[in-house]
Structure formats: C-alpha cells, structure tokens
C-alpha cells in the first residue's frame, strides 16, 4: 500500500529503521519528530554536574543517538532541528532548564549543534543494517559520538578560551567512560528491540 508519508525512507535502499515498521503517514512521522525531540529534552535534564567542567553529563546524546537509530537519518536531524529551535525561542529544554541564544552561543552549544549532524550519522548507519547486531549499534553510536564531540569541543575551546589540548579533556575525555557505558546499553536495545519484531 501507497503511504503519503514525505519521503524519507530512501526508495532504493531496502533497509529499514525501526519506526518504518510502523504504519506510514504523515501523521507518524510527525509524531516521530516530536517524540524524539521531547525525549531529547527530558534527558537534558538529567544532568550530573562535574566539578570544574563548564559541560556536565546527561542524558541527552543517549536520547539523540538512540532516536536517530530508531526514526532514521532525516526524521532524526528534524527532531533535532526542533529541539534546537525550541530552545533558542525560549522553552526550558536545554540542560538544567536553560533556553535561549545565549546557549547557542556557551560552551555547551557545539553540542546541541553536533545532535543533528550526529542524527543524521547514526540514522545513515541505522538504514544500512548497523543497528540490528550489538557490536554494529555500538559502532554506530560511536560514530555519532566522534560526530558531536568533533563540533563541540572546539565550539567549547572558542567560548571559554580553553587551549585544544585542555578542551579535549574537559569536554570529551572525561565523558568516555559514560559514552561506552551508554553505547552498550544501546547495543542491547536496539537488536532487542529488532528481535521482538521479528516474533
């Protein structure tokens, strides 16, 4: 059956993410849209601060990388897109309630930044099969990781004045070990989650 679903399954590759298996309108990939970027939100706030760093630990690139997997490259770079614009309008969504341009433009607005390319990343990934076996998810998620982390920590270096060197440590060296732990969780998810499909 014909959907009227915009376009964002790419018509020749076969593959699909999870959310394909749902019922194609434009009504779900809105929802898709919106869902991953309320999620993005909630896990903003859980936050641990980190003593001495200007960038605390959250949830959020849990959530962005996750979603990407699940909803695909592009629906998971507008959800993206739509936490960013929500948040520079004033809404509460980004890490301790914080709204507005001012983010953007503090240490931690490379980040945010980084979720939608990121998105579009692992959701590339996630449409070539990665995310159907533990080891690929985890690849995947590292891959988005390096993507954010390759915008953010030098966002970070430019608004605190860090030197490259003390950056790296302060906005990504310390987050590793949570980073692996979050990939591994996702390798158990992910395939999980594909496997109760297939029943």
């Known amino acids: 059956m014909t959907t009227l679903a915009f376009p964002l399954v790419p018509r020749s590759n076969p593959r699909r993410v999870l959310a394909d298996l749902l019922p194609g309108t434009v009504a779900r990939d809105i929802a898709l849209v919106v869902g991953v970027a309320a999620l993005t939100a909630l896990a903003a706030q859980l936050r641990i601060p980190v003593p001495g760093l200007p960038v605390p630990v959250t949830g959020q690139t849990f959530a ?10 592009v629906r998971g770079a507008l959800a993206q897109a739509l936490y960013l614009a929500v948040g520079l309008v004033g809404l509460p969504v980004f890490t301790g309630g914080a709204a507005g ?3 953007l433009f503090g240490a931690s607005g490379g980040y945010i930044v980084g979720f939608v390319v990121a998105s ?11 995310d159907r076996g533990v080891l690929g998810t985890v690849l995947a998620y590292a891959a988005g990781t390096a993507t954010i982390y390759a915008i953010g920590v030098p966002w970070l270096a430019v608004t605190t004045g860090m030197a490259p060197g003390a950056a790296l440590m302060a906005g990504a060296v310390v987050f590793l070990v949570g980073d692996a732990i979050k990939a591994v969780l996702a390798g158990v998810v992910l395939p999980g989650a594909w496997k ?3 029943r």
């Open 101 to 103: 341009v001012e983010v």
């Open 120 to 130: 579009i990343v692992v959701g590339a990934l996630a449409r070539r099969g990665l």
């Open 64 to 73: 962005v990388l996750l979603g990407a997997a699940a909803i695909g490259p």
């Open 196 to 198: 109760l499909t297939e």
